[in-house]
């Protein structure tokens, strides 16, 4: 909010300033009103003081008038989001998130510069861990929004993740670990790498997920001799139905810039198999337990559009928006192959589309309060056939997102 606030305050020294004292004003009045509406709030804090204790009380009160705030901070974002496209602005800065239009109007989340070495020192001991177990593995290496040698970014900024991708390769590479580069694949494939990501949202598009689900098996059958899908029916896009929904998408970057810096809603496509799936798709919370979500525990046996999509316009559609630890088994399985896939929310949809090639595949979130279980034991336990690194290069801006792979 006060990075919103101070967004206003200097657009009322610029030439649309008339604009933004109107609007300045009215965020103020809404904000007092919002203080009057909150006066039981306060009352009922005072008044429970004794009972409760003064920290109990006040942290409430802060949830309440928060919540209380929430219409608030979205107008807030919109009228900082009309301000800055009004005055052309092609960098949009918050505390969580720099974006940037490149030259040709594609907006990319800017990857600053990054410590990267002591957690790719502990995810390579990882992975060698796992290989001297005689496990087998691979790092996937997921492609980025600015595209090398391609992306032109606004003068004075610059972005590090294609620099992070090919030093995490060749520190893997180099300890002789298998990597699979999805920015060369896709290249191989004649997927256009500016149309990878969505314009709107800082993950890749359900066809670009779709694609590297095609890939990744392949090379497991290269590799390993899997002989996953050996009819070529899971990795023929024929056999499935693709849809497009005409712009009834908007991402994270609408939420954090705002509707009007970001530009109109895109495409949203689903893809579901048109052959015969049924799945059983169980979801945990960090502490193990079956989930429930929107009051339904997640645990459902049924096709692949039912058991593994909700049927929802956003990235968060495939695995039912689960996060956190996911088992599917594939009760119509043509392999015996069991598939662990390490990851962020960058290998959710991959990981969806790959299930019909296992006859079961789990999907571990290691990002900050998701996966809390011991790694090594979980595996341990498990005996899968193969693990799955599947990471982009922002995975590094999470402190822990790598903090099991220390043994």
């Given at each position: 909010m006060?990075?919103?606030?101070?967004?206003?305050?200097?657009?009322?020294?610029?030439?649309?300033?008339?604009?933004?004292?109107?609007?300045?004003?009215?965020?103020?009045?809404?904000?007092?009103?919002?203080?009057?509406?909150?006066?039981?709030?306060?009352?009922?804090?005072?008044?429970?003081?004794?009972?409760?204790g003064?920290a109990?009380s006040?942290?409430?009160?802060e949830?309440?008038?928060?919540?209380?705030?929430?219409?608030?901070?979205?107008?807030?974002v919109?009228?900082?989001?009309?301000?800055?496209?009004?005055?052309?602005?092609?960098?949009?800065?918050?505390?969580?998130?720099?974006?940037?239009f490149d030259?040709?109007?594609?907006?990319?989340?800017i990857?600053?510069?990054?410590?990267?070495?002591?957690?790719?020192?502990s995810?390579?001991k990882?992975?060698?861990y796992?290989?001297?177990?005689?496990?087998?593995s691979?790092?996937?290496?997921?492609?980025?929004?600015?595209?090398?040698?391609?992306?032109?970014?606004?003068?004075?900024i610059?972005?590090?993740?294609?620099?992070i991708s090919?030093?995490?390769?060749?520190t893997?590479?180099?300890?002789?670990?298998?990597?699979?580069?999805?920015r060369?694949?896709?290249?191989?494939?004649?997927?256009?790498?500016?149309?990878?990501?969505?314009?709107?949202d800082?993950h890749?598009?359900?066809?670009?997920?779709?694609?590297?689900?095609?890939i990744?098996?392949n090379?497991?059958?290269?590799?390993?001799?899997?002989n996953?899908?050996?009819?070529?029916?899971?990795?023929?896009?024929?056999?499935?139905?693709?849809?497009?929904?005409?712009?009834?998408?908007?991402?994270?970057?609408?939420?954090?810039?705002?509707?009007?810096?970001?530009?109109?809603?895109?495409d949203?496509?689903?893809?579901l198999?048109?052959?015969a799936?049924?799945?059983?798709?169980k979801?945990?919370?960090t502490?193990?337990?079956?989930?429930?979500?929107?009051?339904?525990?997640?645990d459902?046996?049924?096709?692949?559009?039912?058991?593994?999509?909700?049927?929802?316009?956003?990235?968060?559609?495939?695995?039912?928006?689960?996060?956190?630890?996911?088992?599917?088994?594939n009760?119509?399985?043509?392999?015996?192959?069991?598939?662990?896939?390490?990851?962020?929310?960058?290998?959710?949809?991959?990981?969806?589309?790959?299930?019909?090639y296992?006859?079961?595949l789990?999907?571990?979130?290691?990002?900050?309060?998701?996966?809390?279980k011991?790694?090594?034991?979980?595996?341990?336990s498990?005996?899968?056939?193969?693990i799955?690194?599947?990471?982009?290069?922002?995975?590094?801006?999470?402190?822990?997102?790598?903090?099991?792979?220390?043994?």
């Amino acid at each position: 909010m006060k990075v919103l606030l101070k967004k206003l305050i200097r657009n009322i020294l610029t030439r649309s300033g008339i604009a933004a004292v109107i609007v300045f004003a009215l965020i103020f009045s809404v904000a007092a009103i919002k203080l009057c509406n909150s006066y039981s709030s306060i009352v009922t804090t005072f008044k429970n003081i004794d009972s409760k204790g003064i920290a109990d009380s006040m942290k409430n009160f802060e949830k309440d008038y928060n919540n209380n705030f929430e219409p608030l901070q979205k107008a807030a974002v919109e009228i900082a989001s009309q301000t800055e496209k009004a005055q052309g602005k092609r960098v949009y800065e918050t505390t969580s998130m720099l974006l940037a239009f490149d030259s040709d109007d594609y907006l990319h989340r800017i990857m600053q510069k990054t410590e990267i070495h002591a957690k790719l020192s502990s995810l390579k001991k990882t992975m060698l861990y796992f290989q001297n177990k005689k496990i087998k593995s691979v790092f996937v290496m997921i492609p980025n929004s600015v595209v090398k040698d391609k992306t032109v970014l606004p003068q004075g900024i610059r972005d590090y993740q294609n620099e992070i991708s090919d030093t995490t390769l060749s520190t893997l590479k180099e300890a002789n670990l298998r990597t699979i580069d999805l920015r060369s694949e896709f290249a191989k494939n004649k997927i256009d790498p500016q149309k990878v990501f969505f314009n709107t949202d800082h993950h890749w598009t359900i066809q670009s997920n779709f694609q590297a689900s095609k890939i990744v098996a392949n090379y497991l059958n290269k590799s390993f001799k899997f002989n996953l899908d050996p009819k070529k029916v899971y990795s023929n896009l024929k056999n499935y139905s693709v849809k497009t929904y005409k712009k009834s998408f908007y991402g994270s970057y609408a939420d954090t810039a705002g509707k009007a810096f970001v530009g109109d809603p895109e495409d949203f496509t689903t893809i579901l198999p048109k052959y015969a799936t049924n799945f059983r798709f169980k979801s945990f919370t960090t502490n193990g337990k079956l989930e429930v979500m929107y009051g339904k525990k997640m645990d459902i046996t049924g096709p692949f559009s039912k058991s593994l999509s909700d049927g929802r316009h956003s990235y968060s559609t495939y695995f039912n928006m689960a996060k956190v630890e996911i088992v599917v088994s594939n009760l119509k399985s043509t392999s015996n192959k069991k598939c662990l896939v390490l990851g962020t929310s960058h290998a959710r949809v991959a990981s969806a589309f790959l299930c019909p090639y296992f006859r079961e595949l789990r999907y571990a979130d290691t990002q900050s309060n998701r996966f809390e279980k011991n790694l090594y034991k979980y595996v341990e336990s498990y005996k899968p056939d193969v693990i799955i690194f599947m990471y982009p290069a922002f995975a590094y801006k999470n402190y822990r997102t790598f903090r099991y792979y220390i043994k």
